[in-house]
Each structure stands twice: as C-alpha cells, then as structure tokens.
C-alpha cells in the first residue's frame, strides 16, 4: 500500500475513519475492565479519561518530523498515536495497577511499553506508555488498529500539562532556566506522589 503520491486529504480522512471506530471500541472496553475491576475490588484506580484523535495536520507534521514521506502506509506504520487515550490515576501504585489490568485483557493486544515512571525522560516527563492494537471489524473484515495509552498520575498529568503550554509557547525553544525548573518540578512532583500514596496507606490502614 506504499503511494509514491502524496495522499489527498479526502484519502487520508476515509483511511482516519477506522481509527474512530477503534476508539470507540476502546474507550467501551476499556469503562468495562475498570468498572469490572472496582466492582470486584471495592476500589477506584480511575480518576478520569482524556481521549483524542489526531488531526489530519498534527499526524503529518509527526510523520514529517521523524523523516518520513507523507503516505498512507507511513501514517499507519509510523505515527503510533493516531488514538491517545490518557488514563489518570490518584495514586502511583495506580498506575501500575491499571497496567496490570491492560496487560491481562485478551482484547487489547499490547505492542510496546514505555515505563516513563521509572526511567523518566530528560525533560523530566514522567507518564507509563502502552502502545496497543484494537480488532475492528469492518465490512472488509478484521483489521487491527494501533492506538497509544498514557497512563499517569494527576500530579504527572499537571506537570505534563504545563510543559505542553510552555512547549507551544517557546515553539519547542525552552529557555534553559525555565527547563531546569521544570525539571526541579518534575521532581517535586515525583517526591509528591510517593508522600501522598504513603499518606493513603496510613489512612486506609485506620480503616481496617
Ligand atoms: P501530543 O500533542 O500529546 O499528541 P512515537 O509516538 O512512539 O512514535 P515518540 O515521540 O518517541 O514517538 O513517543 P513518546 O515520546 O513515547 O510519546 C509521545 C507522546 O508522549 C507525546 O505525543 C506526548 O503526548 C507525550 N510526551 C512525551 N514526552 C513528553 C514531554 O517531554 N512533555 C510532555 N508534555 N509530553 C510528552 P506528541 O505527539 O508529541 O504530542
């Protein structure tokens, strides 16, 4: 399927239409596991879900980015994050709890993790990444879509909001004092998290 002509933008938006079916698939999936998983354990791992699409523009200028020529192909095969669903969690330990719960689901087929929580990026981002595929069926039959899940705490997701506004701001040209402080925030921001999960032990332990 590899154009040597680029695409028109009409091509592109029916070849986009699967990836709106495939994320309504997994957003219903995904309500399922976890209200399965809070029924089953008396617990809410879930604070909230974000979900998106890529526009058209935005998966271009990814593809640009990283070097490739805009086609079809291309998109599909290079751009993993045509579908981003962010999952935001109260707590760290959460996050990995929400991983776990992916991880054992048949439905979703998991491609590639990115432990960010361990191994934070330079930046100082923190975020675990899933990048997955979802079967949809379609009148040509079962295809396998590709989407991304970023799984984070709300701290993460503060920091991580901020540095977006400031990346858009700067257009990509971060002063270096503003980076370093970023940096120190995403560091505050870890011992945060870590300070409020022992805080949730202590209070769930005066409960039992
Ligand atoms: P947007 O606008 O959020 O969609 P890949 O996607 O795997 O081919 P890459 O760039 O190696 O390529 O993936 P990575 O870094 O694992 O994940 C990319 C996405 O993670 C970004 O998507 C952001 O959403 C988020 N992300 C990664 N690093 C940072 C960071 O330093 N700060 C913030 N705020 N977010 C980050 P997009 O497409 O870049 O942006």
Not at 120 to 130: N, Q, V
Not at 141 to 155: D, H, K, L, S
């Amino acid at each position: 399927m590899k154009n040597a002509v680029s695409p028109s933008n009409d091509e592109i938006k029916a070849a986009m239409l699967k990836y709106d079916f495939a994320l309504q698939i997994l957003e219903t999936q995904l309500k399922i596991l976890i209200k399965e998983y809070e029924t089953k354990y008396q617990y809410h791992p879930v604070e909230h879900i974000k979900s998106r699409i890529k526009t058209i523009d935005s998966a271009i200028a990814k593809l640009q980015k990283k070097g490739y020529e805009v086609n079809l192909y291309n998109l599909e095969h290079h751009v993993h994050d045509i579908i981003g669903i962010r999952i935001v969690c109260s707590f760290l330990s959460d996050t990995y709890k929400i991983v776990e719960m992916l991880e054992n689901s048949s439905f979703i087929k998991i491609i590639e993790k990115k432990d960010y929580i361990s191994h934070p990026k330079p930046s100082g981002y923190t975020s675990y990444h899933l990048i997955v595929k979802i079967p949809v069926c379609l009148v040509s039959g079962i295809e396998e879509v590709e989407a991304e899940i970023q799984i984070r705490t709300i701290a993460m997701d503060f920091w991580a909001s901020l540095d977006h506004k400031i990346q858009y701001k700067f257009s990509n040209d971060i002063p270096t004092e503003i980076k370093k402080e970023l940096y120190n925030c995403a560091v505050d921001i870890k011992k945060l998290d870590q300070k409020m999960l022992i805080l949730n032990d202590i209070v769930n332990r005066y409960y039992k």
